[in-house]
């Protein structure tokens, strides 16, 4: 059975820096991320990574958030620098299974940051 679990959220002023993990079990996955969705807004993606490390980060977040992940421990990790209050939003980690066998979201965690 699959399970994820968030941590790293919180509250953080303008231009500073958070950092968001996520644990993943129970299976292997071929990409891990993180979405985000902000009150009255549709949820979005924020960046995904494969097993070898390729990437895909939205424009809104490129060069201030890196994505990465440890394979051995099945975790993505999301660094985010020079935060901007609309940053703040419920951040949700996704994994797909190998083969696109399935896909599964955490519970979310909150970010803030304050202006």
């Known amino acids: 059975q699959v399970q994820l679990v968030e941590s790293g959220g919180g509250l953080v002023q303008a231009g500073g820096s958070l950092s968001l993990s996520c644990e993943a079990s129970g299976s292997i996955f071929s990409i891990m991320g993180w979405y985000r969705q902000a009150p009255g807004k549709q949820r979005e993606l924020v960046a995904t990574?494969?097993?070898?490390?390729?990437?895909v980060l939205a424009g809104s977040v490129k060069g201030r958030f890196t994505i990465a992940r440890d394979n051995a421990k099945n975790t993505v990790y999301l660094q985010m620098n020079i935060l901007k209050a609309e940053d703040t939003a419920l951040y949700y980690c996704?994994?797909?299974?190998?083969?696109?066998?399935?896909?599964?979201w955490g519970q979310g965690t909150q970010v803030t940051v304050s202006s």
């Open positions: 996704y994994v797909q299974l190998r083969g696109n066998l399935g896909n599964y």
């Open positions: 990574i494969t097993r070898s490390g390729r990437t």
